[in-house]
């Protein structure tokens, strides 16, 4: 019986993982909260606990060459990240009108994710783990992505942050 390779295994990880992701998407698009939250209140309240020279704000191309999302297709987008390339800490939320833009928003971050992963596992395992923990909650009209430490606690000032505007 021959040995599995180490690139099929984490090849087979990276799948599950997707599937994960995209079934929890799913869940979360199905419902959530349609917010009337200010934008910049939702991004100050998702933000403030970071580190800001760790989360650093990223311009509308940079939102463009990092997600491939076009910013003119939401209402509002705000990305931030780590400005070194050894570091997979990233962070966006969005604000949408439609369907439309919350699956591509969806796609483009879980792609984003996968393609991370694959690119850390080589050489950063710490960043890949990273990865493999990221967190995209859609929530009727929002959405956030995560990479970093303590996603659940990011995940949870934004959803009190959308709760604080209804």
Sequence with gaps: MKNSSPHL????????LLCFLVLFGMQAFG?????????????????ESLDPSVYEPVSVSGIRRYLDLNPE????????????AMSA?????V???????ARDFEKAVNERIHSQ??????????????MEQALVDIQGN???YYTGDNP???????????????
Excluded at 73 to 84: C, E, H, K, M, P
Excluded at 89 to 93: D, F, K, R, S
């Design 9 to 16: 295994l984490q090849a087979g990880m990276t799948a599950v």
């Design 31 to 47: 419902g959530g909260i349609n917010s009337r939250a200010d934008f910049d209140a939702v991004s100050t309240k998702v933000t």
């Design 73 to 84: 297709s939401f209402t509002d987008v705000a990305f931030y990240r780590n400005g070194d």
């Design 89 to 93: 800490n990233e962070l966006a939320i």
């Design 95 to 101: 604000r949408f009108d439609s369907e439309k833009a």
């Design 117 to 130: 992963h694959e690119i850390y596992a080589g050489y950063a395992p710490e960043q890949a783990a990273l």
């Design 142 to 144: 929002y959405a956030l």
């Design 152 to 166: 659940s606690q990011i995940d949870s000032l934004f959803v009190s942050a959308l709760k604080g505007g209804n």
